[in-house]
């Protein structure tokens, strides 16, 4: 079963903004950290952005500055807001909830997460 829900992609042009959203369906939300991948065809996948527990974020460096992850937990649900969007950004974006609870450290490896989306469209034109 799907356990998180990526909403907010589409087409946009180089230079906009997209903000994405995560939903995840799990419970205990707030107690887990949560991150951004991204994969390109024929490419690897490729660490976002990410956001502890306690809320401390950290990024990819093709993506500081540009895109920014939070979270709101009464809510439950992330975002990734990313703006000056460029087209090396087009791929499809995958929102993760990691594997540990209660980890403050950083997660920067696909297997470090335990529940993954459907993945979510983001093309940029130029």
């Known amino acids: 079963q799907v356990q998180l829900v990526e909403s907010g992609g589409g087409l946009v042009q180089a230079g906009g903004s997209l903000r994405l959203s995560c939903a995840p369906s799990g419970r205990t939300f707030s107690s887990y950290g949560m991150g951004w991948f991204r994969q390109a065809p024929g490419k690897e996948r490729e660490f976002v952005a990410g956001?502890?527990?306690?809320?401390?974020?950290y990024y990819g460096d093709s993506v500081k500055g540009r895109f920014t992850i939070s979270r709101d937990n009464a809510k439950n649900t992330m975002y990734l807001q990313m703006n000056s969007l460029k087209p090396e950004d087009t791929a499809v974006y995958y929102c993760?909830?990691?594997?540990?609870?209660?980890?403050?450290?950083?997660?920067?490896?696909?297997?470090?997460?335990?529940?993954w989306g459907q993945g979510t469209q983001v093309t940029v034109s130029s």
């Open positions: 956001i502890s527990w306690t809320g401390d974020t």
């Open positions: 993760a909830r990691a594997a540990r609870q209660y980890y403050s450290g950083t997660s920067y490896l696909p297997h470090e997460y335990a529940a």
